[in-house]
């Protein structure tokens, strides 16, 4: 099993962006994706998670209202858009892969990538 996450690198502050996750060898279709972030300093947090299938979402309280989760799974990827970015969504975010939302039932993980938010 592979996730590999892209579309990090540095945004401005209000600034959006959009981070993709790709999965292979595992069954996407059937499986709960989750975006967690780790700041310099700091512990791993949960940001959102999607079920497939059935698209039920949910959202940590630092980014609800400012991201959207979504899955394509003709694809077999995940996505999440953030908007209104601030310094603290600086952290290097992972994907991971799992039976459902709770973090504690996600075996499988990207390398992460760097998300660095400036004025």
């Known amino acids: 099993v592979q996730l590999v996450e892209s579309g990090g690198g540095c945004v401005q502050t209000g600034g959006s962006l959009r981070l993709s996750c790709e999965v292979s060898g595992a069954t996407f279709g059937d499986s709960a994706i989750g975006w967690f972030r780790q700041a310099p300093g700091k512990d791993r947090d949960g940001v959102s998670c999607i079920t497939n299938p059935g698209g039920i979402t949910g959202y940590s309280h630092f980014v609800k209202g400012r991201a959207t989760i979504s899955s394509d799974m003709a694809k077999n990827t995940a996505y999440l858009e953030m908007n209104d970015l601030n310094a603290e969504d600086t952290a290097v975010y992972y994907c991971?892969?799992?039976?459902?939302?709770?973090?504690?039932?996600?075996?499988?993980w990207g390398k992460g990538i760097l998300v660095t938010v400036s004025s």
């Open positions: 991971a892969i799992g039976t459902t939302c709770n973090t504690g039932a996600m075996q499988f």
